[in-house]
């Protein structure tokens, strides 16, 4: 990892709306010390002031969990805790831009901001991977039937997974979801 | 860690405003998932609405890390996306529960709420312990000289560390902090 880079904000081309934010980590005999998330800094390079509601982890045991294809309808603030992961993000909106891709590999010293609507989706790359983020909407187990889902595997993305699927730990669910063909858009949001 | 616990806030009576939060923790062939804070159902059970606009994360290398003890012009909502902590909390507020302590451990799937000007301290517990974090203002270099700072090894406190501090790790900084008959309490909080 790379420590004391300066905060930037760099949009992706591919995904109208999603940033790559590069984190400034301060090593020193402790360990290291983040602001993973910081409203005004962030908010003057262009970050949104998205007003997080919620904060969320998942733990990853071992390298290769798989998690996703899913579009959410809320914007996220993505980075990891601990280990590395690889993320995969597909544009699931209604429009021009349906089905572009953007991955990049995420450590603690880079953060991932996802529009509404973008599929989100990541591999762990090291046993124990702590992956964290804020939305801006709060979840609830019927939230999920306002979900897009896009299978991990899917040979249009053809998504260069790190680690072989076949070798990875994914959920019951995830294993089922359709191809791209099959994936009703993301309805275009109001402004 | 113990899985799946209803969420519950708990008020810390030595120390008021103070509150443990019992997180439930979804564990699966993945790993784990938690709401790490969310503001409905929390403020729901008594969780300020504390409105974050910061996300830190401390990151420990080794079992046996310490650090503290300060007193911040802010509120935090603490927990741990891996390894596990054992805090101490000094009231450092100018009032009756001056010098009031207060220790626990945390582990994911528990969190702390600790009002503006109360110390915070921790110790990792374990290797490669991750600390996550919210406040609702934001750092700066200068907002440190409106910290009120209190020594680990305080007598009066007489805070029993599971590491001997003499075998732990710590900022320079925080070797050369006062003693509680040396500190200025934290000025009282306008309403
Ligand atoms: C997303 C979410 C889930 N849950 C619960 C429901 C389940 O018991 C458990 C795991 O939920 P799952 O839906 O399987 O989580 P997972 O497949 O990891 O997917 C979620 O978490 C991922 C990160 O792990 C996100 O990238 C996904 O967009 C999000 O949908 O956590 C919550 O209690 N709150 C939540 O916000
Ligand atoms: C608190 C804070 C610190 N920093 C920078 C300053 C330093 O380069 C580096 C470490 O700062 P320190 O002040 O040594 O961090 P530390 O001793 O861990 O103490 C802070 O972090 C602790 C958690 O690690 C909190 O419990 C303390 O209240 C807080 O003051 O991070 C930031 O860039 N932003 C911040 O918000």
């Given at each position: 990892?790379?420590?004391?880079?300066?905060?930037?904000?760099?949009?992706?081309?591919?995904?109208?709306?999603?940033?790559?934010?590069?984190?400034?980590?301060?090593?020193?005999?402790?360990?290291?010390?983040?602001?993973?998330?910081?409203?005004?800094?962030?908010?003057?390079?262009?970050?949104?002031?998205?007003?997080?509601?919620?904060?969320?982890?998942?733990?990853?045991?071992?390298?290769?969990?798989?998690?996703?294809?899913?579009?959410?309808?809320?914007?996220?603030?993505?980075?990891?805790?601990?280990?590395?992961?690889?993320?995969?993000?597909?544009?699931?909106?209604?429009?021009?831009?349906f089905g572009n891709?953007?991955?990049?590999?995420?450590?603690?010293?880079?953060?991932?901001?996802?529009?509404?609507?973008?599929?989100?989706?990541?591999?762990?790359?090291?046993?124990?991977?702590?992956?964290?983020?804020?939305?801006?909407?709060?979840?609830?187990?019927?939230?999920?039937?306002?979900?897009?889902?896009?299978?991990?595997?899917?040979?249009t993305?053809?998504?260069?997974?790190?680690?072989?699927?076949?070798?990875?730990?994914?959920?019951?669910?995830?294993?089922?979801?359709?191809?791209l063909?099959?994936?009703?858009?993301?309805?275009?949001?109001?402004?």
């Amino acid at each position: 990892m790379e420590f004391s880079k300066p905060l930037t904000v760099t949009p992706v081309e591919q995904i109208p709306g999603m940033l790559v934010v590069d984190l400034p980590v301060h090593g020193d005999n402790r360990g290291w010390f983040k602001e993973n998330w910081q409203r005004e800094k962030m908010t003057a390079l262009g970050v949104p002031d998205f007003a997080p509601v919620q904060n969320n982890i998942s733990y990853n045991l071992k390298a290769g969990t798989t998690r996703g294809i899913h579009a959410e309808p809320w914007d996220k603030f993505i980075s990891v805790a601990t280990g590395e992961i690889f993320g995969a993000w597909v544009d699931l909106r209604e429009g021009p831009t349906f089905g572009n891709v953007f991955t990049t590999h995420l450590d603690a010293s880079k953060a991932i901001y996802v529009p509404c609507g973008v599929g989100n989706s990541y591999q762990a790359l090291e046993d124990q991977t702590a992956y964290v983020y804020l939305v801006n909407e709060h979840w609830s187990a019927d939230a999920q039937s306002r979900y897009t889902f896009l299978n991990l595997a899917d040979e249009t993305s053809a998504i260069e997974w790190p680690i072989p699927l076949d070798e990875a730990e994914l959920s019951d669910k995830d294993k089922k979801h359709p191809q791209l063909a099959d994936v009703t858009p993301f309805p275009a949001r109001k402004i």
